[in-house]
């Protein structure tokens, strides 16, 4: 079981309302449309208590890719599943989806514990539990270990870059939506700031914090996608600056564009490097994941509260993580 929570830890929790899920997203009831998404009763030891939830679409082929979502505070699995439009690229391109869940017993709000440092440590608490229901996922859905992504929202978003910093050997690519740097915080009061006025590091310094965590890891880096609203008051925009000069240094490459493009809804695409990572600012945008509800096939998800009606995230995550079988056109 969990440690144990103490009132020190209780108020926190209170107090994170006002924090990172305040924000974060509000929960909206599971649609019929979630039918699908099973719940895995054991996959490890599971050090930070969290349920596991995995969606394996009818005609999915042995050796496929999986993907990591990563809910928002005060979400659970079967709403991201439901509305994140995900669902709709697992099912077209024939992939598998493990959705971590929070539980309110750790966190009053339901978020992903990113800023404590007991669970964003390779081999402890959520980061670990995270891990081992990848492994389930290789060992019991037929997923290939070399193609597993995480992707999240808001405390999800953080906790997605604690993923990419602890576990670079587990995770090929990822995406950060209206998240944090890691290890921007580690204390509830820090986490206040980070979201409203995060440290002005420079790149080296943010990426010895991702560096420390896997210490002497010589292998690749996972690829990184980095979307952020440009009218966020909640993660505000800041964060995904510090998140490119981040995850920048650690793949080795400037932090400056290579290449700058327009797409649909007030959104600008900078890529770095040799496309390692990209940053997506979507002007006018608030604190949410961005879907774009319709059947072309570029459009995703159902617009909810944080869920916002702009692109399709999940579409452009998909295609950069290399799972659609071709390759996109346009950028």
């Known amino acids: 079981m969990r440690r144990t929570s103490g009132l020190a830890r209780r108020l926190g929790h209170q107090l994170a309302a006002a924090v990172l899920a305040v924000v974060a997203v509000a929960g909206v009831p599971a649609p019929a449309s979630a039918a699908g998404l099973q719940q895995v009763a054991s996959f490890g030891s599971n050090p930070g208590n969290l349920a596991m939830y995995a969606y394996r679409p009818e005609g999915m082929p042995a050796g496929a890719p999986a993907v990591v979502l990563l809910h928002g505070c005060t979400q659970n699995a079967t709403g991201y599943f439901a509305n994140s439009g995900w669902r709709t690229f697992a099912d077209r391109w024939r992939f598998a989806l493990v959705l971590p869940e929070q539980r309110p017993g750790n966190n009053a709000n339901s978020c992903f514990n990113w800023f404590e440092t007991g669970d964003t440590g390779r ?36 906790m997605s870059a604690v993923m990419l910093a602890t576990y670079p050997d587990v995770f090929a690519a990822g995406s950060v939506v209206a998240g944090l740097p890691y290890r921007c915080a580690t204390s509830l009061i820090a986490a206040i700031t980070c979201q409203y006025s ?113 692109i399709c995230s999940a579409y452009h995550d998909a295609v950069f993580f290399g799972l659609a079988p071709f390759k996109e056109t346009r950028m």
């Not at 980061?127 to 999240?152: K, T, Y």
């Open 123 to 158: 081999g402890a608490g959520e980061a670990l539990s995270v891990r081992q229901m990848v492994g389930h996922a290789v060992a019991n859905l037929g997923v290939d270990a070399g193609r597993v992504f995480v992707s999240g929202l808001s405390a999800g978003g953080a």
């Open 198 to 310: 995060p440290p002005d590091r420079s790149p080296s310094q943010w990426g010895d914090l991702v560096r420390a965590a896997y210490p002497g890891y010589a292998g690749a880096r996972p690829r990184v996608a980095v979307w952020q609203g440009q009218s966020d008051y909640t993660v505000v925009p800041a964060n995904g600056s510090e998140l490119r000069d981040q995850f920048t240094n650690v793949l080795g490459v400037a932090a400056r564009p290579t290449g700058t493009s327009t797409l649909p809804a007030g959104t600008t695409l900078e890529i770095y490097g040799a496309d390692l990572l990209r940053l997506y600012k979507i002007a006018g945008m608030g604190h949410g994941a961005p879907v774009d509800p319709g059947t072309a096939a570029d459009q995703c998800g159902t617009a909810a509260a944080y869920f916002l009606d702009t």
